[in-house]
């Protein structure tokens, strides 16, 4: 129908104007009425046959940005998540061994400079688990009590012994106190890292997807920027607390460590004085 009034156009271009207008009368008497009405609707149609297609809704929620991520930055993720899980626990234990080890300290220094007699502190504290002060006083009364009971004739060397016997002791509650904190170092320094990879990864996989779409529109780029950002965010999220805290346990670990270095350099003066004594 549109070429038959094209055609009428041109042929009303080379008549003269009253038979031109005839003409075209004609034509279009001769085209039915629904014909006309749908002549805007086709110029509709085609011209939004010829508009670009808008691009779906892209899902940008944690889960959606996790399960559209690329195969190699879902593993980027996962290990920052179990990381991120590992700290936390390891983050938990060690507030709980610090704190319950303090407070043995304090309860023991207390018992201590009480005024009990060392056999009785020793009797009381030999039959059961120790750490930390009650550990290096009974390792100590031990190889005293074996000097003594198993009737040696010099105690020459026994100082010497006490002072090996304590500082064993205080190596091993030290290495308690320090173990699984080198995990909170790695993920501190490594997390970041191990994100970024993520982020990289994604960002490749992104221009690689713009350049197989031809389209550089915000709704096909801002997805994929998302899921490379995100991995970035969660190797924050593993790195930032295990820094904090691995700072703070080993701050924690060298004042606990002098308090029981303090602790032993004065038992020994007791036990030095004592032998002096018996000599």
Excluded: C
Excluded at 232 to 245: H, R, Y
Aim: aromatic fraction near 8%.
């Amino acid at each position: 129908m549109t070429d038959l009034t094209r055609r009428s156009g041109i042929v009303s271009r080379h008549l003269a104007p009253p038979m031109a207008a005839a003409v075209r009368r004609a034509v279009l008497a001769a085209i039915p009425a629904a014909a006309l009405a749908l002549l805007p609707a086709a110029g509709l149609a085609q011209d939004l046959s010829q508009a670009p297609l808008a691009a779906p809704a892209a899902d940008i929620s944690f889960l959606g940005l996790f399960l559209q991520a690329h195969f190699v930055v879902k593993l980027v993720m996962i290990g920052l998540i179990v990381s991120s899980i590992w700290v936390w626990a390891i983050i938990i234990d060690k507030w709980m061994l610090f704190s319950r080890n303090k407070r043995e300290m304090d309860r023991f220094e207390q018992v201590f400079w009480s005024g009990q007699s060392l056999e009785d502190l020793y009797r009381t504290l030999a039959g059961r688990s120790n750490h930390g002060m009650g550990a290096i006083f009974v390792a100590a009364m031990r190889e005293w009590k074996r000097t003594y009971e198993g009737g040696a004739r010099s105690f020459a060397g026994l100082n010497q012994r006490l002072d090996k016997v304590m500082n064993v002791t205080i190596a091993r509650e030290v290495e308690r106190l320090e173990s699984r904190l080198l995990v909170l170092a790695t993920v501190g320094s490594a997390g970041p890292f191990i994100g970024l990879f993520g982020t990289v990864w994604g960002i490749m996989t992104s221009f690689q997807s713009i350049a197989a779409s031809k389209n550089t529109s915000l709704a096909v780029v801002a997805p994929g920027i998302a899921e490379a950002l995100f991995a970035t965010a969660m190797g924050l999220i593993a790195a930032i607390p295990a820094t904090i805290f691995y700072n703070k346990f080993i701050s924690q670990t060298g004042r606990q460590a002098q308090r029981l270095e303090g602790f032993a350099d004065e038992f020994s003066a007791i036990l030095s004085r004592q032998i002096d004594e018996r000599g």
